[in-house]
């Protein structure tokens, strides 16, 4: 049996395409073959199904087409007929020990393009029998222009790797909320006490990507372990010039443009926005998606550079009970002193009562931009309350004015 699905997306990113825009045709193939059979045990109908999911793009850059496509049928693999109805009647010769299905699917996404680069991230999922199925990723980073794959070492300077590990670490721990101190195997249930760097590292838009697959530093219950490290941290070690050096700073914000930023760690994922929509006037996206089961509680953004309500154009929430805002000299809570104190800057904070996991809330906001700025400051930062104990988010940050740590959006115009 052959099935064929088709969805169209479209993609456009200012700052990674130059303006080039991207269109996937996103299809799937699959492959299923299902038999009777009988043992001395058993009997009933086996199945196979073979599933492969993948891209097809086109684009003005052609170069940019010819090469994602190309890389792209690299690596999903033979679309063939056939390979399931093998896999039946070869298990069924050899020996059937369970009745349930199995399944082979590989996926193909694109996960980044930038100006000298594209990465593929390939997910692979299979249950051929036992108590559980396996999974893993891999990503795979090319030179835009060649087509050829970019080993890491090409990424950076020399005897970059243990710089490398320390900043990973350093920042992994923030994600995950762990003091330097604390081992990784109590807090984590990591196998050892030793940080490594992943096997899966990848060039991200928003940061440099590594994924841990299962037993690689952890049994099959914990799952991947994703960590995202912004490349401003790197830059001490990113080679001149290199793939990464355009990504180290995001580039100016000019009219109907727009960066995207992403924070997050094992509480919330903070998905930001900016999109300069006139020459005094931008607009802020916040999607916040939670990582935990049952929590309340609330996202803060403020605005070092604004005081006055009338900064704030136009606010919009989207799953939030209630938006507020607190001009300068409002009385807000300070978490250091445990007191109100009066606000020195704008603060917008979206609350909800519930929480649950995966769940997106979002928050859009229209904002002046003061004259004669070179960049516009976000900083952004959220209290959970999960039985009674509070969460803060980022653990570790810049202080601002409510006592505790801040991501820090620095938007340069």
Not at 360 to 372: V, Y
Request: net charge positive.
């Amino acid at each position: 049996m052959k099935t064929i699905h088709k969805a169209l997306i479209i993609l456009l990113s200012a700052q990674t395409l130059m303006a080039t825009d991207i269109q996937k045709e996103v299809k799937t193939f699959g492959d299923k073959f299902c038999k009777k059979f009988k043992t001395e045990d058993m009997e009933g109908i086996f199945c196979m199904t073979h599933t492969q999911e993948y891209p097809i793009v086109k684009s003005r850059d052609k170069v940019l087409q010819k090469n994602l496509n190309i890389a792209i049928k690299k690596n999903i693999g033979e679309l063939k007929i056939g390979k399931s109805e093998k896999y039946v009647l070869d298990t069924i010769k050899d020996e059937v020990t369970s009745a349930i299905g199995h399944e082979q699917q590989v996926s193909v996404h694109i996960l980044s393009i930038t100006p000298k680069t594209f990465s593929l991230e390939i997910w692979y999922s299979a249950y051929l029998g036992g108590a559980h199925g396996s999974n893993s990723t891999e990503i795979i980073d090319y030179d835009r222009k060649t087509g050829k794959i970019i080993e890491l070492d090409k990424l950076f300077i020399t005897n970059y790797r243990n710089k490398l590990k320390n900043i990973v670490e350093k920042e992994f721990r923030k994600q995950e909320h762990i003091k330097p101190n604390d081992s990784l195997q109590d807090k984590l249930n990591w196998f050892e006490n030793n940080f490594v760097l992943s096997e899966t590292i990848g060039i991200g838009e928003d940061g440099l990507h590594l994924e841990y697959n299962s037993y690689e530093v952890k049994a099959y219950a914990g799952g991947t372990t994703s960590i995202v490290v912004d490349y401003g941290l790197l830059k001490d070690i990113i080679k001149p010039n290199g793939y990464l050096s355009p990504l180290v700073t995001k580039p100016k914000l000019s009219i109907n443009k727009s960066n995207s930023y992403h924070f997050f760690d094992k509480f919330l994922n903070f998905k930001l926005q900016t999109r300069r929509i006139a020459k005094d006037k931008i607009e802020v996206n916040l999607k916040v998606i939670s990582e935990s089961y049952d929590v309340k509680g609330g996202v803060s953004l403020s605005f070092p550079q604004l005081k006055n309500k009338s900064s704030l154009i136009n606010r919009q929430i989207d799953k939030f009970s209630q938006i507020s805002v607190y001009p300068k000299g409002s009385s807000i809570y300070n978490f250091r002193t445990k007191r109100n104190i009066k606000s020195k800057y704008l603060l917008v904070e979206a609350e909800s009562k519930e929480w649950h996991l995966n769940q997106i809330k979002n928050i859009k906001l229209t904002l002046k931009i003061p004259k004669d700025v070179q960049s516009f400051k976000i900083n952004l930062r959220s209290t959970l309350i999960k039985d009674k104990t509070m969460l803060n988010t980022p653990y570790k940050g810049e202080i601002g004015q409510q006592g505790v740590s801040n991501y820090i959006v620095d938007v340069m115009l």
